[in-house]
């Protein structure tokens, strides 16, 4: 039943890129989807795109050994820096019909700060996406009890062939597809068992008080910020992210888009979180707690619908892994290769956007076939040079104190002080230390430039 499962997943993967793929004429059909996708589609698909394995695995996992404070990110964190993408970043990005993040760096503060925001960029989000390649092949091999890099090659080729075809459009509506999945099943999980739990009010008032608490016990002030900005302002810049509300049909939908998505991600993710602080009662003594949500349904669900929950993560994966692969070739290809290579026709665009999106998806695949060191890697990618991007990003937007050089200064200190304040120094905060840090380095560059450009104009 998986392995037919999996088979009839792959068809409609493939067959949804192959049909989309006839709509693409130019390269904003490939990136951003023409700039004509419904509010629905947008909504739902940035929803997909942050819904990722790790949100019902690790959040529950993470409740369920800690309690409440556990998980900070999910979905408080992350849903919260969808409504923050809304309000201070998608109207005005949307108005000037960007394709990147890159584009308004590029306006603002030139092409040398442009090509360096790409190689800021695009690094952590290919390892990123080489440990869900890895996830997702791991799934693949217990289901079907073939090698692990058999299937971590099959998961690959998966993604990179409907995202090659598809391109956003492609993306946007098999992440309908996987996140209408993600939230059918986790509906079904939380429903079963809640009518399996003899007294549930029982459970919650034996609950121990220190489980009830959203603040980490003994965590200085320091740390309890900087657990909140890692998803609340370390994501608020991502281009998986925000090459979604771009392709939106206008800005005020773009807006509406980023909101609703924080909506829905906020609502379904209490269900991993709600199953997790009761999860000591469901299944006492668990060892692995990450397994805690797999270990339930197993138990839980009935031989069908334990399927569907396994395709619901194969879904969540997915949809994470194939916005990283076009992100990262819509930066490299539209902000790096085009500009040097000076191609001007439409069709060799989408050609080489194409090309972009395998060597990405290939290089992932390298990283994901490199064995357990992927984990010190996604380390190392959770630091690397967010704090930078966000600090340029909001002075761009909403501050006339700014200046190209102060822009390389920032990128670069964010590119460097976030690895040193967490693997050198092993500081309480490091994110946050280093955003505060890019914020001096700004202000200190182009206060002493005295040179201020105009007021960033969002007009059409």
Known sequence: ?????????????????????????????????????????????????????????????????????????????????LFLMGFLLAARLRRKNYLTLADFIKDRYGRLAERLVVWVMIPSSIIWGAAQLRAFGQILSVSTALPLDLMICFSALLVITYTVLGGLLGDIYTDLVQGLIVVFSLVVLAVVVLTRIPDLQSIIQQMPADRWKILGVGESLWERIDRWAVPVLGSLVVQEAISRFLAARNPKEAVRACHTAGGIYFFTGLIPLFLGFIGPWLLPGLADREQFLVVLSHQYLPGILAVIFLGALISAILSTVDSILLACAALFSHNFLLPILGIKKEKTKVLVGRGAVIATGLIALIIALSGNRIYDLVLLAAAFGTAGVLVITLFGLYSRLNSQKAALLTLAG???????????????????????????????????????????????
Do not use: H
């Open 1 to 81: 039943m998986k392995g037919l499962l999996i088979v009839f997943y792959v068809i409609v993967q493939i067959v949804i890129g192959l049909y989309l793929s006839r709509k693409i004429k130019n390269e904003a059909d490939y990136f951003v989807g023409g700039r004509r996708v419904s509010f629905f589609l947008v909504s739902f698909s940035l929803f997909a795109t942050w819904f990722g394995a790790e949100t019902c695995l690790g959040s529950s996992g993470a409740v369920y050994e800690n309690g409440l404070s556990g998980s900070r990110a999910d979905p408080f964190g992350f849903s919260l820096c």
């Open 414 to 460: 964010g590119l460097v002080l976030t690895p040193v304040f967490q693997l050198v120094l092993k500081l309480k905060a490091p994110f946050l230390l280093s955003v505060l840090s890019c914020v001096v380095i700004f202000i200190l560059v182009a206060g002493l430039s005295g040179k201020k450009l105009p007021g960033f104009d969002s007009s059409p």
